[in-house]
């Protein structure tokens, strides 16, 4: 029989008879290993573990530890669940069921019944005696004609409308047990591995997320290999709750919405105002000993300059409309992104080498068109400021610029104690090379830059293909949460393209004309955004540094309110910022409130401490710390943030 060479990710070679399987080759590995696998990476593309190869191959196997092992099983699992709403809901036509990052849903049409919370419990029940039966996951391939064929036999015109899209040759079906799907996979060997369910919520979803269209109903599930991993997951949902930027910002009084002023588009309250502007204070004065200079640019843009950019005929659908002026033909947009009016700013005057690297920074608020349906808090917004930078510099440069951005970013993360991240090297889609623009060479320098720098820095990486802007390759912070969360914080682009577009030039030391490349990086990403993240990281304990109110001062009674006005005074000199709780309370009172506010320092002051110039001082979530006088709290205090920000 013809033999084929398997390489591991380890660099290993083995060789197996053609058509062996990944889970054959997991199996000759060791029997626990195939127990686990899910599915396999093979040339870079995910697939059933099942299915034959039939040529050397690069090969990952993929298990629960692995965000592709993770995908199969819960899309494994959405075909489940619509195996059991099919047996309990005869009739039910399907839509699309993905994986998600916290589980997966199915979008269905149940005709004149309906499915709500109530249904839950039989749902789950007869998922698990399903998933009990070990039914395998059958691929076929089928022709065209056959697949229309089976769903107007069941009048599925939802799988009708999807293989209208589809060419012979490469329409898939998949069968477990009583159910078959339109899918083109990938999928678990059977339903055995599926051992816990919980069904999450149930909402109203437009067909295909056209508003025009069918509401459908869209349940939302998580399944797990194992019970205790679901009884951990609801635990952690229930940490999540409690620490909910939405909630954690009304209790704070951080920001609040209005539907007078519009969906998606935040209120900063003064506190939160106070938080946000810290944060920008920080990240301002580390731009600028890293040489950047800060410039501020306009809501609003002509038309042509984001024609220019490729940005409107990349996204202008699906951005706010363009606003007319009394002047004919005039059109402008309210900006979605800053790195077109950078590269006019560029341009205001000629560039020499000697000028590059040129560092330009802004706090610049954009605009985004978002559906109502998918705006969440801060995280999903219509209005949001960006901490963009553009760095224009010559391709020699490149390598050491970003780095210097990686160093940043780290600075940041550091700062506010993000401990554990991963960076995600987003390159161009293997095959797909239409979804992108300029030259080849380019594209093969930015990607090759990108890695040999994040190689230097010892960065914890992943390569994702297809993940890349249109405009060129980049490196994305994934970080987790104390809750284990993944996010995306922070990004790092380099680009080829936008200077070719706005003819951006520089005159070379051999006196030529030549093109700057650009490098795109915002370390917060948006400071809406960030902000959510970090309230939920730290469950709105701020870092001293960076709370909004940083000490309360407590006065035992009336008799000491002006001797705590003194002190606030004095602190405040010291850029110590907080208030006097001047309330006719009991002590105990003003300590619970001051606690459930999330003030760092309670300040207690009495006639001891008006006595001896001194505080009684409480630290939030540890209690009393003892006396102290007032120039011996200022120390403290100051070492304490000196510290966290110097890290």
């Given at each position: 029989m013809d033999k084929i060479k398997i390489t591991l990710p380890d660099g290993a070679v083995r060789e197996y008879d053609k058509g062996t399987s990944a889970l054959g080759v997991a199996l000759s590995i060791s029997e626990g290993l195939a127990r686990n696998v899910l599915s396999a990476k093979i040339n870079g593309v995910v697939q059933d573990a099942t299915l034959p190869i039939n040529q050397d191959a690069h090969l990952q196997l993929l298990t629960w530890k692995d965000s592709e092992g993770k995908a199969t099983f819960w899309h494994s699992s959405a075909h489940l669940m619509a195996e059991a709403i099919e047996a309990l809901f005869p009739g039910t036509k399907f839509g699309i069921g993905p994986a998600i990052e916290t589980g997966f849903y199915y979008d269905i049409d149940t005709g004149d019944k309906s499915i709500t919370?109530?249904?839950?419990?039989?749902?789950?029940?007869?998922?698990?005696?399903?998933?009990?039966?070990?039914?395998?996951?059958?691929?076929?391939?089928?022709?065209?004609?056959?697949?229309?064929?089976?769903?107007?036999?069941?009048?599925?015109?939802?799988?009708?409308?999807?293989l209208n899209r589809l060419n012979d040759g490469e329409i898939t079906f998949y069968q477990q047990g009583n159910f078959t799907d339109l899918c083109r996979g990938p999928h678990i060997p059977n339903t055995g591995f599926i051992k816990a369910v919980k069904l999450m919520n149930v909402a109203g979803a437009y067909w295909l997320g056209q508003t025009d269209r069918k509401q459908l109903t869209r349940v939302y599930a998580v399944t797990f290999p194992q019970d205790k991993e679901l009884k951990e997951y609801l635990h952690l949902l229930e940490e999540a709750k409690k620490r909910d930027h939405r909630k954690l910002g009304q209790e704070l009084e951080l920001f609040t919405f209005s539907e007078n002023v519009g969906k998606g588009l935040p209120l900063w309250l003064p506190k939160g105002t106070l938080l946000r502007e810290r944060l920008e204070q920080f990240l301002r004065k580390a731009q600028m000993k890293a040489g950047y200079s800060p410039v501020v640019t306009p809501h609003i843009g002509s038309k042509k300059l984001y024609e220019t950019s490729g940005h409107w005929e990349k996204y202008g659908a699906d951005s706010f409309q363009p606003i007319h002026t009394p002047e004919e033909d005039e059109l402008f947009l309210l900006k979605p992104m800053n790195c077109p009016h950078h590269c006019e700013i560029y341009k205001s005057k000629p560039r020499s080498y000697k000028d590059l690297p040129l560092r330009l920074a802004e706090f610049g608020t954009v605009y985004r068109y978002e559906q109502s349906g998918e705006l969440h808090g801060l995280t999903r917004v219509r209005g949001f400021t960006q901490d963009d930078a553009h760095i224009f510099c010559t391709a020699d440069q490149v390598r050491g610029e970003f780095g210097k951005v990686i160093d940043l970013v780290l600075y940041v993360f550091r700062a506010l104690g993000f401990e554990e991240y991963t960076a995600q090297i987003s390159l161009r889609h293997q095959t797909e090379r239409q979804k992108y623009i300029g030259k080849e060479e380019d594209w093969d320098k930015a990607e090759a830059d990108i890695q040999a720098v994040a190689s230097e820095k010892g960065l914890n990486t992943v390569v994702e293909y297809g993940e890349a802007a249109f405009y060129g390759p980049k490196l994305d912070f994934m970080v987790r949460d104390a809750l284990g969360r993944k996010w995306q914080l922070g990004t790092i682009q380099v680009d080829y393209q936008l200077p070719d577009r706005f003819q951006l030039e520089y005159i070379g030391s051999d006196n030529q004309k030549h093109?700057?490349?650009?490098?795109?990086?915002?370390?917060?990403?948006?400071?809406?955004?960030?902000?959510?993240?970090?309230?939920?990281?730290?469950?709105?304990?701020?870092?001293?540094?960076?709370?909004?109110?940083?000490?309360?001062?407590?006065?035992?009674?009336e008799r000491f309110n002006e001797y705590a006005k003194e002190v606030l005074n004095l602190l405040a000199e010291k850029d110590i910022r907080g208030y006097v709780d001047e309330r006719d309370e009991k002590i105990q009172r003003k300590i619970r409130d001051a606690e459930v506010k999330k003030v760092p320092y309670m300040l207690i002051v009495g006639e001891k401490e008006q006595e001896n110039n001194s505080l009684s001082v409480r630290r939030h979530g540890q209690g009393d710390l003892g006396s102290f006088k007032v120039e011996e709290f200022i120390i403290k205090f100051n070492e304490e943030v000196s510290q966290a920000i110097t890290v």
């Open positions: 919370q109530e249904d839950f419990a039989k749902i789950e029940a007869k998922i698990l005696e399903l998933a009990r039966q070990k039914n395998e996951y059958k691929r076929s391939e089928i022709s065209k004609a056959n697949a229309i064929a089976y769903f107007q036999e069941k009048g599925d015109e939802y799988k009708l409308e999807l093109r700057p490349v650009m490098i795109h990086r915002a370390p917060f990403g948006s400071m809406e955004r960030f902000i959510a993240v970090l309230t939920e990281h730290c469950a709105g304990n701020f870092p001293l540094w960076l709370a909004p109110e940083q000490i309360a001062i407590l006065p035992i009674s």
